[in-house]
């Protein structure tokens, strides 16, 4: 079956074991996200899992979400509602780069002056990501963040992060 989940190509997919959508229904291109997750549901064979990243917190809009044509910035509770409306059950809803969290939002605060929200709405034409390359030093804290971090997610979900994650299976009688 051919189906079109940006609303720009069309293509049939076989059955897979699983479905890896990272930070990609967010993109502007994906007109409706519930078909997308709808399709990622079909294309997924029953008992397989599904797992979606997106960027979280809409209050964290920055130029870099209109230079990516971001649509939408997702919690966790929603995405994992439409994960379950697309026909799948929901193993897992949390958040990631909790630890880097603080540092994003006192960024925002800090540049909202310089920028603010207008044209962040993915909307723009031209508009420059404010994301920059960080110092070796800086890198290195990022990395061990993210790796004590790991160790957390293994063992609990996270409140907050500047990522929503839902991990979800294809019900066996699913047809």
Not at 13 to 41: K, M, Q
Not at 161 to 175: E, K, Y
């Amino acid at each position: 079956r051919d189906v079109a989940v940006t609303g720009v190509q069309t293509c049939a997919l076989p059955i897979f074991d699983g479905v890896l959508s990272l930070d990609v229904i967010y993109h502007l291109n994906v007109a409706d996200d519930r078909r997308a997750l709808a399709e990622f549901a079909r294309v997924t064979r029953p008992g397989g899992w599904v797992c979606v990243r997106v960027p979280a917190f809409d209050s964290l809009r920055s130029a870099h979400d209109a230079a990516v044509h971001t649509r939408e910035r997702y919690r966790r509770g929603p995405l994992a509602e439409r994960v379950a409306q697309a026909g799948m059950v929901v193993d897992r809803a949390t958040y990631a780069n909790a630890l880097l969290f603080p540092a994003a939002v006192a960024s925002r605060i800090l540049t909202r002056g310089n920028h603010g929200n207008s044209g962040a709405s993915g909307q723009a034409g031209d508009v420059a990501s404010d994301v920059r390359p960080a110092s070796a030093f800086v890198q290195a804290i990022g990395m061990a963040a993210l790796h004590l971090e790991a160790g957390i997610l293994r063992a609990a979900d996270l409140p907050v992060g500047l990522s929503a994650i839902v991990v979800a299976t294809r019900p066996v009688d699913a047809r």
